[in-house]
């Protein structure tokens, strides 16, 4: 079984090593590099880097995390990224959401919660850190809870292929539509069917429709 390589993206390089020892110690994970802000990600990225999942922090220099995970949810969607922050923000983890983030985790967090995290984003699923889901539901952020929802959980892209299968275009004429390959647009509808633990189109449909994300 091949490992699941990762990269770490902190601006201190006291995570990095941290999450390193971590990685390094068990057996399914492999670490493949650190870098301290987006920009360095980005670069590695392009210069085909082998990366399958990054925990990447918010707050960074140069290219803060928000920027990064959007950009790498358009230009290579397949990499999966766990948002990593000091702040357990019900706010700050829907902009990651909505930025393509799969998860979200406290610097703070467990060992034993880091690796599930990893284990659970890795199978397209998402994963938030137990002190944040505390906030979320917490009685005196009762406003922030009730507005998140399964629809929180999609990306931009992902709401806008969503409209397109509603309108019954083919994985072409989605792919030729948003300028990207029909392998994207498969990785997009694959994760959409998985956040929304939808079996197919048809329940994509119905759901869009009762959620007005797509409107008859």
Request: aromatic residues 6%.
């Amino acid at each position: 079984m091949d490992k699941i390589k990762i990269m770490v993206v902190d601006d201190h390089q006291v995570i990095i090593d941290g999450m390193e020892a971590i990685i390094n110690n068990t057996n399914d994970l492999e670490f493949v590099g650190g870098a301290l802000n987006g920009h360095q990600v980005i670069e590695a990225i392009e210069q085909e880097k082998d990366v399958d999942l990054i925990l990447m922090d918010i707050n960074m220099p140069e290219m803060d995390g928000l920027e990064c995970t959007s950009y790498l949810n358009k230009h290579h969607p397949d990499i999966r990224v766990i948002a990593l922050s000091m702040h357990d923000n019900p706010r700050l983890a829907k902009r990651m959401i909505k930025n393509g983030a799969f998860g979200f985790l406290l610097k703070n967090s467990s060992k034993e919660n880091i690796l599930m995290a990893i284990a659970e984003v890795s199978k397209g699923k998402n994963f938030f850190d137990p002190q944040l889901m505390s906030a979320f539901f917490d009685a005196g952020n009762k406003k922030s809870s009730s507005s998140f929802g399964k629809k929180d959980l999609l990306t931009k892209r992902e709401l806008e292929i969503i409209q397109l299968i509603c309108q019954e275009k083919t994985t072409g004429e989605i792919a030729d539509e948003l300028s990207i390959s029909t392998h994207t647009v498969e990785s997009h509808r694959a994760n959409i069917l998985l956040k929304l633990e939808l079996k197919n189109s048809v329940g994509l449909a119905k759901w869009a429709i009762q959620n007005e994300v797509y409107e008859l």
